[in-house]
């Protein structure tokens, strides 16, 4: 299982260059059953990313263009009148897949962004009174422009409380991306990818995070870092028990994909910027004065004794 997995980190590596610590943090999402949201600016590569690990897993795949007119209904699916029998017919929309590629996300209303909370929270969509469930493995693959750009919503907190991991890719360094330009002259890899692992496989690596083991001093340690959130007076909505439980499964999920069968310390460390950041509600005087998420729980966990 890790040699497929360190085979898919290659290939995504070929395609994205620069970002080997993006990719690392994409597939301990995958592993831990976690939805990704990626942030940054038009052009730097999200969507690629998203479909080629799409078209490396042999799982079924929708895309589906956030635009301001589009309805719940265009992602959850609609009752659809049958003339040959004179009932109504549930017709699946594309959230029925594997992996949704969400493209995009924020340029549509809040109210057709809240199709998703069901989906991503709890696995299954409701409507109609009846409830479908959708299939495993299931992870949303989100995209988002900066909302100071025109055309965009701010994703409301309940909804960035149900992204495991916020990715930022930024722009790759001058020798990524004079390499990128030269091996896109004549070809794209991203259009020659071949699946490198099955649904069957990635819930098998699923239900194997799961297993790895964490001592309660490191599920003790996340517990505080989690109050520490709340407690601290620059925010004014700190971490969920979601959030917790989140950083927990991530944290196995790095442990697993390191070859380790327990937790360290420094799982949490490594992932507490990526599962925190985006859920945490600043203060307007913290955000006057420039503080940032990420740069918060940095400091938090500066203060924080680390077990061992």
Do not use: W
């Amino acid at each position: 299982m890790l040699e497929k997995i360190a085979r898919l980190r290659d290939v995504l590596n070929e395609i994205i260059r620069g970002k080997e610590e993006v990719i690392d943090l994409l597939l301990i999402a995958l592993a831990a059953e976690g939805s990704v949201l990626l942030h940054d600016v038009p052009g730097v590569g999200k969507t690629t990313l998203a479909k080629s690990l799409a078209a490396s897993l042999n799982a079924s795949f929708r895309r589906i263009q956030f635009t301001p007119d589009l309805l719940p209904t265009d992602i959850i699916g609609s009752a659809v009148y049958n003339p040959k029998d004179g009932e109504l017919r549930f017709r699946k929309g594309p959230i029925f897949a594997n992996i949704v590629l969400a493209d995009e996300i924020n340029r549509a209303s809040p109210r057709t962004q809240s199709a998703l909370l069901e989906a991503m929270s709890e696995r299954q969509i409701s409507a109609d009174g009846t409830t479908y469930y959708l299939p495993s493995p299931f992870i949303v693959l989100a995209t988002e422009n900066p909302v100071e750009y025109q055309g965009t919503y701010s994703l409301p907190e309940a909804q960035l409380d149900r992204f495991a991991i916020q990715l930022i890719l930024g722009y790759p360094d001058e020798s990524a991306e004079l390499n990128l330009l030269l091996d896109r002259l004549h070809s794209d890899p991203a259009r020659d990818l071949h699946p490198i692992l099955d649904c069957s496989e990635v819930v098998e690596l699923q239900k194997q995070v799961r297993a790895v083991r964490m001592d309660k001093s490191i599920a003790g340690y996340i517990l505080k870092l989690v109050a520490a959130t709340r407690n601290d007076p620059r925010i004014a909505l700190g971490g969920s028990p979601r959030a917790g439980l989140t950083l927990s499964r991530c944290a196995q999920a790095s442990a697993f994909l390191e070859g380790r069968e327990y937790v360290l310390a420094d799982d949490v460390k490594k992932l507490a910027v990526p599962v925190l950041a985006h859920r945490l509600v600043l203060q307007n005087q913290a955000k006057y004065a420039g503080a940032t998420g990420g740069s918060i729980v940095q400091e938090l966990l500066k203060n924080l004794s680390v077990p061992r």
